[in-house]
């Protein structure tokens, strides 16, 4: 009889009982006087003791602003070294700290806003060429619940100084007052379908998930992390920060946003040991013209994730790049974000392959999609994941929680999925119709609903086709009213400043009908097909 695709991650090593705060606060004793927390361009470095003392001065000043234990905080910036102490002082407080993302533009932080009610948001002055204050400006008004509002740029230093007015004492009382299971983070994702809902993770979902991160890697204090990845994602802020922390390994940022160069630059000047990202950004590095004259000597492991990885970038990755203990995770932000990852010492064709084992103190099973049954080994079928990991739920939705996690409490993941006989999974396919471009998730009817905001559009559908870079791209197809005279140009016009730069079709198709069924329901499998084939962008991805 075949086995059954479930598996439970069995391991000797406990859970940690206790919050983020406490758990910083023990690496402190430990390795207080090693560098924890590194951001080269802006020429900060400070020690596992510096930064519990910036963290302690942070949260102070949020107690003094009147930030309760349930309040949200959110945060709006790239990566910077005030977004690490930002995350660590609102833990330390007992407050839910919202991420913002960077990309966002009006109308989704408003959205972020109201959803989350944020009642104060730590903001960077802008990125790249958006405004963040002049967003902020333009859409406070539709945003009751926001009190305050700090500009890391110009108040850093003064918020600091405000802590001042509060004792140890209180702070302590604080601390003593929170518990591991405490709401301590927002993050925005659409799950399967529609406009963002806010998974809602504990400290012991994401302390646990970043601390078995590291243990997979095998991290110690000797470690230095290469964090290029945003810090507003899990992949950041779990697998990257809370690995390292839990650790006493250090958090390395080689810049506000991916740049190849930039990483290359630090991997060598700071000696890291471990490498971060999407595999695009793998991608983008070993094209660099600077790639042959960097020093990869000192870099022994590190992650990739965020969208299906090439086997070949994986081989190069290994090779060329000296990070022969690479590791493959999958996850989804709902599940802290790591459920499975390969293991350094596995056969190669293991970590080129699969998305590795499940992790430990999880359990993962593969089931018909139909009915729920669980599928016998080497059978694909929709992966579903429980344990610490699963969210507490979408914020303020009680709906759509109930969706994602069924009765069991079982998250499903709307990925199509296999368990080969070891135990490693392998994913085939999406039942969903999200879009991963570049590591970013793309949900389409988010922007399908923004692009029926047009006077002229009459229907949209938007769906995913390859990319060689991004490993898929965003596109369109506009059904225009009647008379309309639509073109891609004013389309492309209309997103800009409105939505995310990466959810911006990259292609537009003009149409007067879309493929359907007998029932009158769309087929995106053929759409796919026939974009793929009249772009000559080689074959699609297989229907799931």
Known sequence: MSLSSYVHGASPVALLGETIGSNLRRTVDRFGGREALV???????????????????????????????????????????EWVVIQYATARVGAILVNVNPAYKAQELCHALNQSGLTLLLLSRGFRQTDYTEILHRVRPDCPALQDTVVLDDEWTTLLEEGQ??????????????????????QYTSGTTGTPKGATLSHHNILNNGYFCGEVLRYTETDRVCVPVPFYHCFGMVIGNLACTTHGACIVVPGEAFNPGRTLATIEAERCTSLYGVPTMFIAQLDHPDFDDT???????????????????????????????????YGMTET??????????DPVEKRVATVGPVHPHVEVSIVDPENGRVMPRGESGELCTRGYSVMLG???????????????????????????????????????DMIIRGGDNVYPREVEEFLYTHPEVADAQVIGVPSARYGEEVMAWVRPKPNATLDTGRLT????????????????????????????????????EISTRELGLGRPEPEA
Not at 165 to 186: C, G, H, K, Q, W
Not at 336 to 345: A, C, I
Not at 502 to 521: E, L
């Open 39 to 81: 951001a080269p361009t802006q020429d900060y470095r400070a020690t596992y003791r510096q930064l519990w003392q910036a963290t302690t001065r942070l949260a102070k000043a949020l107690m003094v602003r009147g930030v309760e234990r349930g309040d949200r905080v959110g945060i709006w910036s790239p990566n910077r070294f």
């Open 165 to 186: 007015a509060v004792d140890d004492y209180e702070l302590m009382a604080r601390e003593a007052s929170l518990t591991f299971d405490d709401p301590i983070n927002i």
């Open 295 to 329: 020093d990869f000597s000192s870099l022994r492991t590190g992650v990739m994730a965020g969208s299906p990885c090439p086997v070949e970038v994986m081989k190069q990755v290994r090779e060329r790049m000296h990070v022969p203990e690479i590791t493959i995770c």
């Open 336 to 345: 802290s974000p790591v459920s499975t990852q390969t293991r350094v010492d």
């Open 394 to 432: 979408y914020w303020d939705d009680e709906t759509a929680t109930t969706a994602a996690i069924d009765r069991g409490r079982w998250m499903h993941t709307g990925d199509l999925a296999s368990m080969d006989d070891d135990g490693y999974v392998s994913i085939v396919g999406r039942i969903k």
């Open 493 to 528: 016009a209309f997103c800009r400043g409105a939505i995310a730069t990466y959810k911006i079709p990259r292609y537009w198709k003009i149409v007067d009908t879309f493929p359907m069924t007998v029932t009158g329901k769309i087929q995106k499998y053929r759409m796919r």
